[in-house]
């Protein structure tokens, strides 16, 4: 049985780690370089940065940030945000990213997943998914651009599609629940971990301990990502590993 991983996530705009709720009202919350000096002591098993504007703006990722945050780490590092081709993944990886994470890039040209996945391994290629809540609940629709464009693609469709092109990883994010801390949406999780066999990361609505455990016990979440509860120090990585261990949930 594979170990839940506990990943904490930067937010950058302009720089700076951000946060916000529902990806707006965002508010400053220091340099990532030493928020990654601060988890990768901290016990953290990965840390995803998330250039968050960079699709928006039509900009590359911002490599000197990368490269900063990648030399205070010993764990492996994804990156978002501005990948546009399978070009500014090799430069993404060559900075010291360990994964590169595309979003509006994949939906707006899926070949990008493929060539990717060929060209440096599945294991190199995460695909995050910003998903809402369709009126009446019926389904949740995909979201581009740092959440700012409906698609109007099915999420659960979009994830099948992308597991088929070779991704090696979805990053999947309740736009509903972002920054609430109310709670993993879990109808939205159990619905992509049905229907996927890759690995699934939970991220948005993380508030207290007990969420963690569902996320992966009722959302069959293979790790768990939060960013204000750990940035804020509210709940320290390892508290929340021990407790998680305590609940029967295998962690690092």
């Not at 992966?216 to 790790?223: H, M, P, S, T, Y």
Request: hydrophobic residues 40%; negative net charge.
């Amino acid at each position: 049985m594979l170990r839940t991983r506990i990943i904490p996530c930067l937010d950058v705009r302009d720089g700076k780690v951000v946060k916000g709720v529902n990806f707006v009202n965002l508010r400053d919350m220091g340099e990532p370089a030493a928020h990654a000096r601060f988890y990768n002591n901290e016990g953290a098993d990965e840390l995803v940065i998330l250039d968050i504007t960079a699709s928006k703006e039509a900009r590359g990722t911002l490599m000197h940030v990368v490269e900063s945050v990648a030399n205070e780490l010993f764990i492996p590092l994804t990156v978002g945000g501005g990948v546009r081709t399978a070009d500014d993944v090799r430069v993404l990886l060559q900075s010291g990213a360990d994964r590169a994470s595309l979003n509006t890039a994949a939906v707006e040209n899926p070949g990008i997943i493929s060539e990717s996945a060929e060209r440096f391994g599945s294991q190199c290629v995460v695909v995050a998914i910003d998903a809402r809540s369709r009126e009446g609940g019926r389904g949740w629709d995909v979201y581009t651009y740092g959440g700012r464009k409906s698609t109007g693609r099915d999420a659960v469709e979009w994830a099948q599609e992308v597991e088929r092109r070779g991704a090696g990883e979805i990053l999947l994010t309740s736009m509903d629940r972002d920054g609430t801390q109310i709670g993993f949406d879990i109808a939205l999780l159990r619905a992509i971990t049905s229907a996927v066999s890759i690995p699934v990361i939970a991220s948005g609505g993380a508030g207290e301990k007990l969420h963690f455990v569902e996320a992966v016990r009722d959302g069959g979440a293979d790790a768990v990502l939060a960013a204000s509860l750990f940035h804020t120090q509210t709940l320290r990585i390892p508290e929340l590993k021990d407790y998680m261990k305590t609940m029967g949930v295998a962690v690092r």
